[in-house]
């Protein structure tokens, strides 16, 4: 069981993730079981079918866990893929904990409370084959489904040697995509996770990856939109400036609609004028106001500006009013009179009025 972390391998890369977009995988420790995977399954998985692999951590004590239900620790410990919907048409689950003294009561609760006649995971199978297979390599529990689509994983810690050796029991955990003999090369690929050196595995990937045209791939990949790069560049700035016209279009069109309003109200205003105009015939009620009152007396019209006077008599004499009138420089009576008169002129000449 080596420890050596796998990464970039020829199947793990940008064009080999692309042909194999169909075989994923999630927080996995490290690409080698995603590439063992893309190896065994090439050929086998239909091109509409999908495979995921899920590593899932639990971040619990064994006194967290002992201070919780049964029902609670299921819900934490059971992914809930696998409670409710898969992710894809075949999965793999690996469930582990950081702490082993709690990996220890998950697999007790796990093993009491899981599997056919028991309240949760009804429809796996618990596979005590592949248990005392690991048994002496880890502490783990092995669930199949009855559709042997899916199986779930539970071991009380996942270093990377648990993680490489897991997958020498691939075709078990997927039974349904391995009904044909294994070749030979794919059965040196298996037992090369349970060597103590990476040397061999990486060398049965390379192998594997020969197979298929990575190269053609990453071509493709390196020189998509590179004939078009230009014309796209092209059509960026075109779509720029067509925005920016647009946009100036826009503001003028609505100084044009500002503008086209006032000239139509003020038409509207001319027209009601010049009909009011047109319909006037004979004397307007202003000038049979001023013909029937002989009190007053038009001085001079210049425009829309009318002076006049009012004759009459004042009945009452009221020394304050007459007081306030004198006073005032910008009236009639003050303007109207010689600045040569006396006050008690102006106050004889008032009580003769």
């Avoid at 993730?17 to 399954?41: C, E, G, H, V």
């Avoid at 084959?129 to 779930?152: G, I, M, W």
């Avoid at 003020?266 to 202003?286: K, M, R, V, W």
Wanted: glycine content about 4%.
């Amino acid at each position: 069981m080596f420890n050596k972390s796998i990464f970039g391998t020829a199947l793990t890369c940008e064009a080999a993730d692309r042909l194999f977009s169909n075989i994923t995988d999630y927080d996995a420790p490290d690409q080698s079981f995603l590439a063992t995977l893309r190896a065994l399954l090439r050929k086998r998985l239909p091109t509409d079918k999908t495979v995921h692999l899920c590593c899932k951590k639990l971040y619990l004590s064994a006194n967290e866990i002992e201070a919780m239900t049964t029902l609670q620790c299921m819900g934490r410990f059971i992914p809930n893929e696998v409670q409710y919907q898969q992710v894809a048409d075949y999965n793999i689950f690996i469930v582990h904990t950081t702490n082993p003294d709690a990996g220890e009561k998950m697999l007790e609760i796990m093993r009491t409370n899981a599997g056919i006649n028991r309240r949760n995971m009804t429809t796996y199978t618990l596979r005590e084959d592949l248990r005392v297979f690991y048994a002496r390599t880890l502490n783990a529990l092995f669930y199949t489904d009855d559709t042997e689509q899916n199986t779930v994983i539970f071991t009380d810690k996942l270093e990377l040697k648990h993680f490489h050796i897991l997958q020498m029991m691939i075709p078990k955990y997927l039974p349904l995509l391995f009904t044909d003999t294994l070749t030979d090369w794919e059965v040196a690929l298996l037992k090369s996770t349970g060597n103590k050196s990476a040397v061999e595995y990486e060398s049965l990937i390379g192998i594997f990856a020969k197979d298929l045209d990575i190269r053609a791939e990453t071509i493709r990949i390196k020189l998509a939109g590179f004939e078009t790069a230009f014309e796209r560049s092209r059509v960026g700035e075109l779509k720029n400036e067509i925005k920016r016209y647009q946009d100036d279009y826009d503001a003028h069109l609505a100084v044009m609609r500002d503008v086209a309003q006032k000239i139509q109200n003020c038409q509207y205003t001319l027209a009601g004028l010049e009909c009011a105009i047109n319909e006037s015939s004979g004397d307007s009620d202003l000038v049979e106001y001023f013909m029937c009152n002989k009190n007053l007396s038009i001085i001079r019209v210049l425009g829309t500006m009318m002076e006049f006077v009012a004759h009459g008599y004042a009945d009452v004499y009221d020394v304050d009013a007459f007081e306030k009138y004198v006073e005032n420089h910008n009236g009639y009576m003050y303007n109207g009179l010689n600045s040569a008169v006396t006050k008690s002129q102006m106050e004889k000449l008032y009580r003769a009025i």
